[in-house]
């Protein structure tokens, strides 16, 4: 069965952007905005034992308050960021537009679409990450094949790689952890672009773009259709709030 509904797709090309958002952490308090977060996010940032990583999360979700504000003309405190029952992020309100986001170390990356669906991920690469023990444990037969052809010094960058790509899957069908990762297959060539080479769980296709990310990180984006345009834009989290999204980043990427 389709993961989620189709009939409400439409013929209307596809166009996605995303942004690589610095969160600064490095920088002075003084030197940077910061939204006031809403009560579900002050909840979820309890969470969080260090601060560092409250800081981290709070930052990310003003930067997509941020760019949702400016995609759907709506002030940022009335935007309503919830989940569905599959825990997929969306807007309370309907809304034309469609979006994901990751975090990882100290840079956000967030991705808005209309007339499609999309996930996005990010990670920062760890050579010394136990990545055998968990391609194992959660990657197909057939990826696990293709990490083990690399070269030793290039498996981390293939792991990483890989994970990314079936993350963004999972967040553009919005199943979740009921999905298990091992029943669809990614590229693992760090080489090679990104893409979907097979899915046993008879799920819609989806198209795999890898982003142009800082040195030592990986980032994929995935679209349950083929975009008919893909604009990467680089920001700080600073330029982010002081000025409009649409006309804050320069273009870094596009196809």
């Given at each position: 069965?389709?993961?989620?509904?189709?009939?409400?797709?439409?013929?209307?090309?596809?166009?996605?952007?995303?942004?690589l958002v610095d969160?600064?952490?490095?920088?002075?308090?003084?030197?940077?905005?910061?939204?006031?977060?809403?009560?579900?996010?002050?909840?979820?940032?309890?969470?969080?034992?260090?601060?560092?990583?409250?800081?981290?999360?709070?930052?990310?979700?003003?930067?997509?308050?941020?760019?949702?504000?400016?995609y759907t003309g709506?002030?940022?405190?009335?935007?309503?960021?919830?989940?569905?029952?599959?825990?997929?992020?969306?807007?309370?309100?309907?809304?034309?537009?469609?979006?994901?986001?990751?975090?990882?170390?100290?840079?956000?990356?967030?991705?808005?679409?209309?007339?499609?669906?999309?996930?996005?991920?990010?990670?920062?690469?760890?050579?010394?990450?136990?990545?055998?023990?968990?391609?194992?444990?959660?990657?197909?037969r057939n990826e696990?094949?293709?990490?083990?052809?690399?070269?030793?010094?290039?498996?981390?960058?293939?792991?990483?790689?890989?994970?990314?790509?079936?993350?963004?899957?999972?967040?553009?069908?919005?199943?979740?952890?009921?999905?298990?990762?091992?029943?669809?297959?990614?590229?693992?060539?760090?080489?090679?672009?990104?893409?979907?080479?097979?899915?046993?769980?008879?799920?819609?296709?989806?198209?795999?773009?890898?982003?142009?990310?800082?040195?030592?990180?990986?980032?994929?984006?995935?679209?349950?259709?083929?975009?008919?345009?893909?604009?990467?834009?680089?920001?700080?989290?600073?330029?982010?709030?002081?000025?409009?999204?649409?006309?804050?980043?320069?273009?870094?990427?596009?196809?």
């Amino acid at each position: 069965m389709p993961r989620y509904d189709q009939t409400s797709r439409i013929s209307t090309a596809c166009r996605a952007e995303a942004w690589l958002v610095d969160l600064e952490l490095s920088a002075p308090e003084s030197q940077t905005i910061d939204l006031k977060p809403g009560l579900d996010e002050q909840r979820r940032a309890s969470g969080y034992r260090k601060p560092l990583d409250r800081r981290r999360f709070l930052r990310s979700r003003g930067a997509l308050r941020r760019i949702l504000s400016d995609y759907t003309g709506r002030p940022v405190a009335s935007l309503d960021i919830r989940t569905d029952e599959r825990g997929r992020p969306c807007l309370a309100a309907p809304a034309s537009v469609d979006f994901n986001s990751s975090r990882s170390g100290n840079f956000a990356l967030i991705g808005a679409a209309r007339n499609c669906r999309i996930g996005i991920d990010i990670e920062r690469v760890q050579p010394d990450f136990p990545c055998r023990d968990l391609s194992e444990t959660f990657f197909s037969r057939n990826e696990n094949t293709s990490l083990d052809a690399l070269p030793a010094q290039r498996r981390a960058d293939g792991f990483f790689k890989t994970w990314v790509s079936k993350e963004a899957c999972v967040k553009a069908w919005g199943m979740g952890l009921s999905l298990p990762l091992d029943s669809f297959d990614v590229c693992a060539d760090p080489a090679a672009p990104a893409a979907l080479l097979a899915d046993r769980s008879d799920g819609p296709p989806l198209w795999l773009y890898r982003l142009e990310a800082p040195g030592g990180y990986v980032a994929v984006l995935a679209a349950d259709r083929p975009l008919a345009s893909l604009r990467l834009h680089t920001t700080r989290h600073s330029r982010l709030h002081q000025t409009a999204p649409d006309v804050a980043r320069p273009t870094v990427q596009e196809i």
